[in-house]
């Protein structure tokens, strides 16, 4: 069974890297697409973004200019970063596997962005 | 504002039905694939339904799946309190060569 665990930081500065990395254990990361979605306070999920195992991306829209996603084939994982955050990207983060269906999931990451 | 648009709550009796509501476009529910997660706060996003129609593995056949056009519906029938959580859409848009959600359905069992 594939399992998956987000790691990180819980508390990052504002204006500041939210850096995220997402273990996969159970199976390999190769051919498969990695997503990262997250949940503000109160509200709804937010698709982050996906990589393949090979390195191509797609980045939602509204966080395109801030996002960069990686994957290290060699550790079995795959990383989120976020940078220039402000209080809105305060949520809990999953890491997934899959685009954009997504059958596999990470327990979540609390992530908070405060000074 | 998401892309995809559910009602934010539904409530039925224990034993009953309840349908949740899903609501797209050409660009993503039109010509994707729909699936549906339960969510409790504090645990995994869970897959029910995918590619409009499939159970996931696990998942009793009370749960179903209906896409129409550019709507897609899940479908719960003799409801019970466990079945309590929130419910979301998700797709493809192709557009904006992204994935969407819906904003979520909070279903109370009554």
């Known amino acids: 069974q594939v399992q998956l665990q987000e790691s990180g930081p819980g508390l990052v500065k504002p204006a500041a890297t939210l850096s995220l990395t997402c273990s996969v254990s159970?199976?390999?990361?190769?051919?498969?697409?990695w997503s990262w979605v997250r949940q503000p306070p109160g509200k709804g999920l937010e698709w982050i973004g996906c990589?393949?195992?090979?390195?191509?991306?797609n980045y939602n829209p509204s966080l395109k200019s801030r996002v960069t996603m990686s994957v290290d084939t060699s550790k079995n994982q795959f990383s989120l970063r976020l940078n220039s955050v402000t209080a809105a990207d305060t949520a809990v983060y999953y890491c997934?596997?899959?685009?954009?269906?997504?059958?596999?999931w990470g327990q979540g990451t609390l992530v908070t962005v405060s000074s | 504002q998401s892309v995809l648009t559910q009602p934010p709550s539904v409530s039925a009796a224990p034993g009953q039905k309840v349908t949740i509501s899903c609501s797209g476009s050409?660009?993503?529910?039109?010509?994707?694939?729909v699936s549906w997660y339960r969510h409790l706060p504090g645990t995994a996003p869970k897959l029910l339904i995918y590619?409009?129609?499939k159970r996931s593995s696990g998942i009793p056949d009370r749960f179903s799946g209906s896409k129409s056009a550019t709507s897609a519906t899940l479908g719960i029938t003799g409801l019970q309190t466990g079945d309590e959580a929130d419910y979301y859409c998700?797709?493809?848009?192709?557009?904006?060569?992204?994935?969407?959600f819906g904003g979520g359905t909070k279903l109370t069992v009554l």
């Open positions: 997934a596997r899959g685009k954009p269906l997504l059958p596999y």
């Open positions: 159970g199976g390999s990361i190769s051919n498969y697409y």
């Open positions: 990589i393949y195992y090979s390195g191509s991306t």
């Open positions: 050409s660009s993503n529910i039109g010509n994707n694939y």
């Open positions: 590619d409009n129609v």
């Open positions: 998700g797709t493809w848009d192709s557009s904006l060569s992204a994935g969407v």
